[in-house]
């Protein structure tokens, strides 16, 4: 039986994107034909940069989201945008902190770029508000950026607030995502409330389980272009020996997801065409009542940034039971 919360716990969500962690610690949503029961955190603020993704969040969430630099925010620089203004207080601080500059995709610049040094918002964040657990998301190659130094930096960083951090490699299609995705999820407890290390929750699919990609888009297959919101795809020609230019294989999971894929997605098996937005969506765990604002190319970005929400809601349970039992 399910625990009745008559008090949520209060949530600060940095670097939000279109709201798939969000969306996963709020719970109340379907996906691949199964329920996901509400979670007890309530979104009290959440930051993003992006406009579009910030259109995609205000309008499937009824929580406030501030689009803008969460690095100028928190220098002051923007009261007029700060409606609500960030909370003096939360039980919880999420944060997919950009991911980019340390993906095996990309440019490997890690904290030789701004961006990659984004994760120091984080930090700053929770220095000031003190949650009793924050949880932060980024991809696997973190744990090689500079020979491993990279995320000792990052650990480094928020242990130095009293905080007793943990990291784990989670691979997505172990939790029921139709995805090969590996993010490392790093979670932080108050030591000065005398909070012990996280417990990760425990894998919900075997290998031998894992969901295809026939079970979760097959019914899309034949489905009209625009038949159903963002049912559209990239009309980019196959580029052989480029990145995305492949063919997915309806009995396996897909392949990750990606946000600067350019309209390079994958082609769909049936090799006419590539993945649409909606596909994609379905492959992140996104339920078909979630939709992507304003365009295709936009939308595809925002679902290759995101979290998958299944993922999500499991990560946000395991944080529900750990607070249920040491607050």
């Given at each position: 039986m399910n625990k009745i919360h008559y008090n949520k716990y209060s949530v600060v969500s940095l670097f939000s994107g279109c709201g798939g962690l969000d969306l996963g610690f709020k719970g109340n949503f379907s996906s691949l034909g199964k329920k996901y029961n509400t979670r007890s955190f309530e979104i009290k603020w959440a930051n993003d940069f992006d406009e579009k993704a910030c259109i995609t969040f205000a309008r499937n969430f009824n929580d406030?989201?501030?689009c803008g630099d969460i690095t100028q925010i928190l220098k002051g620089n923007y009261p007029d945008l700060l409606s609500p203004p960030i909370p003096l207080k939360a039980d919880v601080v999420l944060g997919g902190f950009p991911c980019q500059e340390f993906s095996l995709a990309g440019k490997r610049?890690?904290?030789r770029s701004k961006r990659g040094l984004l994760y120091q918002s984080m930090v700053?964040?929770?220095r000031r508000l003190r949650p009793a657990i924050f949880v932060a998301e980024n991809v696997?190659?973190?744990l090689s950026m500079d020979n491993g130094e990279a995320i000792k930096t990052i650990i480094k960083d928020f242990s130095a607030l009293d905080y007793s951090v943990v990291y784990k490699l989670h691979h997505a299609a172990d939790f029921g995502v139709p995805q090969s995705r590996e993010r490392v999820v790093i979670v932080g407890t108050d030591k000065r409330r005398n909070l012990p290390a996280f417990e990760y929750p425990?894998?919900?699919h075997t290998k031998e389980r894992w969901i295809?990609?026939?079970?979760?888009?097959?019914?899309l297959a034949n489905m009209p272009e625009g038949k159903v919101q963002n049912h559209y795809w990239s009309k980019a020609k196959m580029f052989k020996g480029t990145q995305g230019n492949s063919i997915v294989s309806k009995d396996k999971?897909?392949?990750t997801m990606r946000a600067e894929h350019h309209g390079n997605i994958e082609f769909h098996w049936d090799g006419k065409r590539r993945l649409s937005a909606r596909e994609a969506a379905r492959i992140q765990t996104f339920p078909d009542n979630f939709i992507f604002y304003p365009s295709t190319s936009s939308a595809y970005k925002q679902i290759g940034n995101a979290v998958p929400p299944v993922l999500g809601w499991h990560i946000a349970g395991a944080v529900e039971m750990f607070l249920d039992k040491y607050l």
């Open positions: 406030p989201i501030v610049r890690g904290f700053e964040t929770v696997k190659g973190l425990q894998i919900t295809n990609l026939n079970q979760a888009i097959g019914d999971i897909g392949p």
